[in-house]
């Protein structure tokens, strides 16, 4: 079980990731005005952004704790019950996302960074 400050954590701890209140309720994390993820604190689910492939794996493998997100689910975004992921799968999927919207040449220095 993951709690939202710790995803908001897992986020936040990426490279130049930052975090925005938008549409009054909705907290997003973002690279630049690019959003990779976001949630409500009170809601226990959060959403990511993936590939229609990941989300398809997603939610095949696992039903329970994965959806296709509202509104943005047609673009692979996840809809994750906090609840039910566990702390390493989250922080991957968020890293995923991240790296999916950050400029290359940060992804590339980020890589670099972690292989070291």
């Known amino acids: 079980m993951v709690t939202f400050d710790q995803f908001l954590e897992m986020g936040l701890a990426l490279p130049t990731a930052t975090e925005r209140l938008t549409w009054e309720t909705e907290v997003t994390l973002r690279v630049g005005e690019k959003i990779f993820a976001m949630g409500a604190p009170e809601s226990g689910r959060v ?19 994965y959806a296709v997100a509202p509104y943005v689910g047609r673009h692979g975004w996840v809809l994750v019950e906090l609840g039910r992921v566990g702390a390493d799968e989250l922080r991957e999927l968020v890293t995923e996302a ?12 980020f890589d670099a960074e972690r292989a070291t």
């Open 98 to 109: 991240w790296r999916s919207t950050a400029p290359k040449g940060l992804v590339r220095t």
């Open 47 to 65: 959403r990511v952004k993936a590939s229609k492939d990941e989300q398809a794996a997603l939610l095949a493998a696992d039903p329970e704790t």
